[in-house]
Every structure is written in structure tokens, then in C-alpha cells.
């Protein structure tokens, strides 16, 4: 439900330069998911009429993954003047003239911190009637953090940066979270009296408390227990941390959901991933993009899947899958490698050494080793035998192999593509099929077995094969001679 008297302003135009990187910081992603977009996520499901994105830094790239996660996002453009201060007020200059309601101040580095969080600040910020109400935590080492001090009554007197403040008030472990609730009003007449007067140049948001309490204002700082929902992302570092963090309790929500993880240091499984009860997660998996996996599959170990849909009961080890479909109680792998386009009916089975690629294989259908079957269709019930290759490329276009029911193929077989093999066909063992196949055929390469008797001593002599035959062949000849010796005289 939207509600009217509630914006959303999200600061996302830093540069980033401790990130030291071509990719704007607030694109790096975390759980799959661009920083921003856990923010937008965040700013969406608090229901607000309006929800503003300032950028400056690589504007076009931000802007573009901005309205990807979030269509409606109104976007602010910060101009040359610096500072947290200058960005909120391009935001609250991009919201309609009339807004005169309360403005939710979000960072785009910021991805952990939840609705339900924001939310119990705008309840706060709202029912004591605050001109401003922020975020705090308390950290081991608050060391580069601007402090919440406070009265002896427990009441808001001040945010004081981490370079300006003395000895005693370092010792403060409640730092500044850099999460804001202003009324609109109090957000635009503070901002406008905030100076720029720091060896910065800069115009801070922090500068806007102490605005609002020497004009009388009402301010409150809500602390927080849980310092990872406010965790900005500087560097390579804390991009790392905050990841594993993210993980763990994504893994630790699932298994509380019915899902076994049977070593969660190994697994990765990102935001969009849906799981089914009893499930098994193996060692050595990543589960990532929008994969969905049923009940009863076991994935793993060493299996990555991408975007993939895994039916009841599957069984998938150590295989690599991309944009991809298993039946239920279909089996994948070791070392498979499903690439985009790949169905696997139910039932069916892709083995070791398999390539697939934009193809279909029937319910119960087989292809169990050593194979490439890529722009195919493999009717239900059909066996590949080892080492089959579709030979889907003419050096121009791609063509498809479509194999029907029932069908037997013999090893090492090679389907030159555009070809159809007809329902209970069989083919030999190394067979080119280049013509189609009738049901119920046998298809062979008539090409008889010639023996060239004493090539390799007569073309190789001396050596280890030469030296091998030519004992094979004199033992040969010693008990044929044995044998004939041995033979009773005929009467």
C-alpha cells in the first residue's frame, strides 16, 4: 500500500574511490544483487509515494541499473558542489512541490538494512513528533565514525565526527548510522543553513542536526543492535565481509525452513534463489541468479547452478548449469555441463563428460557419458551411447538433431545436423548418421575391417610395438607347432 506522506531519497552519487574500480561502487553486487538494487528493494517495501535516486558519479550506468530494479525511481542529478548535504537537496528538489510529509534518508552502500527496521524509525520519528530522528549502533571499534552524544538524561545532543571530537568523546561506541527521518520542512530549512565551511568545502547532512536543535527542534537517535544492518560498503573489504554476512544468514534462514546445508562455509546461495523442504545442499555449491530448486533434490557437491529450474527428487553432482531445466528425479552429472537452453525431462539422465546446449531430453531418456548434444531433441526413453557428438554447425548457421522415441544409439556416434532419427531406430557403433533414419532402421556405415598382416614390424621395426608383435607373433608360432606335435598320426 502506498502511503502519501512518505519519500524515500537514496544518495548514490559518490564516486567510490576506495573501491578502486571501473564499476561504480554502488553497482558491485552482493547476493547477485547490485548494491542499489537491495536498497531500492528496501525503499520499495516501505510503500512510498515517491522514491528519489541522486547520482553524479558514472550517472548513466547507475541510472540505467536503477530503473532496471525499480522503474518508478524518480532521478536527481547532484551538481558540482560536494557533500551527503548538497545530495539530499537535489533529492527533496526532485519530489512534487506540494510533498509536505515525512523523507526517509537511505545510502546506496547501505544493502543489509531491512524495512522493518526503517520502519520502526519512521514509527518513532512519527509518534514523538521529531523534526529529525536517526540511526545508531554501537560498535567494538568506532574508530572514523562520526558519535551520538548524549545527555545525562539518555536524550539527542549531538553528532560529533570522529577527527573533531576529544578523548573523552572517542571512547563513544554509538556511532552515527547515516539513516535519517525529516519531516520535508525541517529537512529543506536546516540544509539551507548549512554551510560549506570545512577543510572539505564540503556541505554535510551531518551539519543539519545541529541546525535543527539550536532552532529548537526535536531530535532523537534510535539505536539499533545488530551493527551489520547498517554497514556501508567502502572498500574490496568490506564488500567481502558484509557478502559472507549476507550468506550466512540467507543459508541460515533456509536450513530454518527445512533445507539441509551440509557445510554452509562452502555454500554460497544468493538473494533471488528459492528452495523447496528437504532439499540437501552439498559441499562446494552455488546456488545463484533466480534458481529454483523443488523438494527432495540433492545438489552438490561442486555444482554451480545460474538461473535454473530443478524439479522433485533430482539428483545434480558436480555440474556446472546455466538457464537451464531438470525434471524431477532426473540425475546430472559428475562433471556435466548444462548450457543455456538445456531441458532435462523427468527421469532422464545426463553422465559424466556431458555437454548439453539448447536442447531436450525426453522423460526417461539417456545420455550417460563423453557426449555433446547441443541444438537437439532426444525422444523419452532414448539411449546415446558414449562419445556421441552433434554436429549442429555448418560454418554459418546452426541446425537441429531430432532423435525419436525409444531409439538405441551406438557408441561414438556422429549426427550431422539437419537430421531426424525415426521412433525404435538403432544405429552402429561408429556411425556418421548424414541421412535420416525410418523408424524402427538400423543405421551402419558399411565399411568392412581390414588386417594388414606384419605392418607395424614391417613399417615401425624396432620398436616397442614392433618388439611386442614379434614376440606375440614367434609365441604364436611355438605353440601352433607345440600343438601340431602333439597331434596323434591319422590312421
Same mark, same amino acid.
Given at each position: 500500500?502506498?502511503e502519501?506522506n512518505l519519500?524515500?531519497?537514496?544518495?548514490?552519487?559518490?564516486?567510490?574511490t576506495?573501491?578502486?574500480?571501473?564499476?561504480?561502487?554502488v553497482?558491485?553486487?552482493l547476493?547477485?544483487?547490485?548494491?542499489?538494487?537491495?536498497?531500492?528493494?528496501?525503499?520499495?517495501?516501505?510503500?512510498?509515494?515517491?522514491?528519489?535516486?541522486?547520482?553524479?558519479h558514472?550517472?548513466?550506468?547507475?541510472?540505467?541499473?536503477?530503473?532496471?530494479?525499480?522503474?518508478?525511481?524518480?532521478?536527481?542529478?547532484?551538481?558540482?558542489?560536494?557533500?551527503?548535504?548538497?545530495?539530499?537537496?537535489?533529492?527533496?528538489?526532485?519530489?512534487?512541490a506540494?510533498?509536505?510529509?515525512?523523507?526517509?534518508?537511505?545510502?546506496?552502500?547501505?544493502?543489509?538494512?531491512?524495512?522493518?527496521?526503517v520502519?520502526?524509525?519512521?514509527?518513532?520519528?512519527?509518534?514523538?513528533?521529531?523534526?529529525l530522528?536517526?540511526?545508531?549502533a554501537?560498535?567494538?571499534?568506532?574508530?572514523?565514525?562520526?558519535?551520538i552524544?548524549r545527555?545525562?538524561?539518555?536524550?539527542?545532543?549531538?553528532?560529533?565526527?570522529?577527527k573533531?571530537?576529544?578523548?573523552?568523546?572517542?571512547?563513544?561506541?554509538?556511532i552515527n548510522?547515516?539513516?535519517?527521518?525529516?519531516?520535508?520542512?525541517s529537512?529543506?530549512?536546516?540544509?539551507?543553513?548549512?554551510?560549506?565551511?570545512?577543510?572539505?568545502?564540503?556541505?554535510?547532512?551531518?551539519?543539519?542536526?545541529?541546525?535543527?536543535?539550536?532552532?529548537?527542534?526535536?531530535?532523537?537517535?534510535?539505536?539499533?543492535?545488530?551493527?551489520?544492518?547498517?554497514?556501508?560498503?567502502?572498500?574490496?573489504?568490506q564488500?567481502g565481509?558484509t557478502a559472507?554476512?549476507?550468506?550466512?544468514?540467507?543459508?541460515?534462514?533456509?536450513?530454518?525452513?527445512?533445507v539441509t546445508i551440509?557445510?554452509?562455509?562452502?555454500?554460497?546461495?544468493?538473494?533471488?534463489v528459492?528452495?523447496?523442504?528437504d532439499?540437501?545442499?552439498?559441499p562446494?555449491?552455488?546456488?545463484?541468479g533466480? +534458481? !529454483? @530448486?523443488?523438494?527432495?533434490?540433492? *545438489? =552438490?557437491? /561442486?555444482?554451480?547452478? &545460474?538461473?535454473?529450474?530443478?524439479?522433485? #527428487?533430482?539428483?545434480?553432482k558436480?555440474?556446472?548449469?546455466?538457464?537451464?531445466?531438470?525434471?524431477a528425479?532426473?540425475?546430472?552429472?559428475?562433471w556435466?555441463?548444462?548450457?543455456?537452453?538445456?531441458?532435462?525431462?523427468?527421469?532422464?539422465?545426463?553422465?559424466?563428460?556431458?555437454?548439453?546446449?539448447?536442447?531436450?531430453?525426453?522423460?526417461g531418456?539417456?545420455?550417460?557419458?563423453?557426449?555433446?548434444?547441443?541444438?537437439?531433441?532426444?525422444?523419452?526413453?532414448?539411449?546415446?551411447?558414449?562419445?556421441?557428438?552433434?554436429a549442429?554447425?555448418?560454418g554459418q548457421h546452426?541446425?537441429? +538433431? !531430432? @532423435?525419436?522415441r525409444?531409439?538405441? *544409439? =551406438?557408441? /561414438?556416434?556422429?549426427? &550431422?545436423?539437419?537430421?531426424t532419427?525415426? #521412433?525404435?531406430?538403432?544405429s552402429?557403433a561408429?556411425?556418421?548418421?548424414?541421412?535420416?533414419?525410418?523408424?524402427?532402421?538400423?543405421?551402419?556405415?558399411a565399411?568392412?575391417?581390414?588386417?594388414?598382416?606384419?605392418?607395424?614390424?614391417?613399417?615401425?621395426p624396432?620398436?616397442?610395438?614392433?618388439i611386442?608383435?614379434?614376440?606375440?607373433?614367434?609365441?604364436?608360432k611355438?605353440?601352433?607347432?607345440?600343438?601340431?606335435?602333439?597331434?596323434?598320426?591319422?590312421e
Amino acid at each position: 500500500m502506498t502511503e502519501s506522506n512518505l519519500a524515500v531519497v537514496i544518495l548514490a552519487a559518490g564516486q567510490g574511490t576506495r573501491m578502486k574500480s571501473a564499476t561504480p561502487k554502488v553497482l558491485h553486487r552482493l547476493g547477485g544483487v547490485p548494491l542499489i538494487g537491495h536498497v531500492l528493494h528496501t525503499a520499495a517495501e516501505l510503500g512510498p509515494a515517491h522514491v528519489v535516486a541522486v547520482v553524479r558519479h558514472d550517472r548513466d550506468r547507475v541510472v540505467e541499473a536503477i530503473l532496471e530494479f525499480a522503474p518508478t525511481t524518480i532521478i536527481a542529478d547532484q551538481d558540482e558542489v560536494p557533500g551527503t548535504g548538497r545530495a539530499l537537496e537535489a533529492g527533496l528538489d526532485a519530489l512534487p512541490a506540494d510533498f509536505d510529509g515525512d523523507v526517509v534518508v537511505l545510502s546506496g552502500d547501505v544493502p543489509l538494512l531491512d524495512s522493518v527496521t526503517v520502519g520502526r524509525l519512521i514509527e518513532t520519528h512519527r509518534d514523538d513528533r521529531d523534526d529529525l530522528t536517526l540511526l545508531s549502533a554501537f560498535y567494538d571499534d568506532p574508530t572514523g565514525f562520526g558519535r551520538i552524544i548524549r545527555a545525562h538524561d539518555g536524550t539527542f545532543e549531538a553528532i560529533v565526527e570522529h577527527k573533531d571530537a576529544s578523548d573523552e568523546q572517542r571512547r563513544v561506541s554509538e556511532i552515527n548510522a547515516g539513516v535519517y527521518a525529516f519531516t520535508v520542512k525541517s529537512a529543506r530549512a536546516s540544509l539551507a543553513k548549512v554551510k560549506m565551511a570545512n577543510a572539505q568545502g564540503e556541505k554535510y547532512l551531518t551539519d543539519t542536526a545541529a541546525v535543527i536543535k539550536a532552532d529548537g527542534g526535536r531530535i532523537a537517535a534510535v539505536a539499533i543492535t545488530d551493527p551489520w544492518l547498517v554497514q556501508g560498503i567502502n572498500d574490496r573489504a568490506q564488500l567481502g565481509a558484509t557478502a559472507r554476512e549476507y550468506n550466512r544468514r540467507i543459508l541460515d534462514y533456509w536450513m530454518r525452513e527445512g533445507v539441509t546445508i551440509i557445510d554452509p562455509d562452502t555454500t554460497i546461495i544468493e538473494r533471488d534463489v528459492t528452495l523447496g523442504q528437504d532439499v540437501e545442499i552439498q559441499p562446494g555449491t552455488q546456488l545463484r541468479g533466480a +534458481t !529454483t @530448486v523443488a523438494s527432495g533434490a540433492i *545438489i =552438490g557437491p /561442486d555444482t554451480t547452478l &545460474v538461473d535454473c529450474e530443478v524439479g522433485e #527428487d533430482a539428483v545434480i553432482k558436480r555440474t556446472d548449469a546455466t538457464l537451464s531445466v531438470i525434471g524431477a528425479k532426473a540425475t546430472v552429472g559428475p562433471w556435466s555441463y548444462l548450457r543455456p537452453n538445456s531441458v532435462i525431462g523427468v527421469g532422464a539422465k545426463v553422465g559424466t563428460f556431458v555437454e548439453t546446449k539448447n536442447s531436450t531430453l525426453g522423460e526417461g531418456a539417456k545420455v550417460p557419458h563423453l557426449s555433446y548434444i547441443g541444438d537437439a531433441e532426444i525422444g523419452a526413453g532414448s539411449n546415446i551411447g558414449a562419445g556421441a557428438i552433434t554436429a549442429n554447425y555448418d560454418g554459418q548457421h546452426k541446425h537441429r +538433431t !531430432t @532423435v525419436g522415441r525409444d531409439v538405441k *544409439i =551406438g557408441s /561414438d556416434n556422429v549426427f &550431422v545436423a539437419p537430421v531426424t532419427v525415426g #521412433d525404435g531406430a538403432y544405429s552402429g557403433a561408429g556411425t556418421t548418421i548424414r541421412k535420416d533414419v525410418p523408424a524402427g532402421a538400423l543405421a551402419v556405415n558399411a565399411s568392412p575391417q581390414r588386417n594388414l598382416e606384419g605392418w607395424v614390424v614391417k613399417n615401425r621395426p624396432g620398436t616397442a610395438a614392433a618388439i611386442a608383435a614379434e614376440g606375440a607373433t614367434q609365441a604364436a608360432k611355438q605353440a601352433a607347432d607345440q600343438a601340431t606335435e602333439a597331434a596323434p598320426e591319422s590312421e
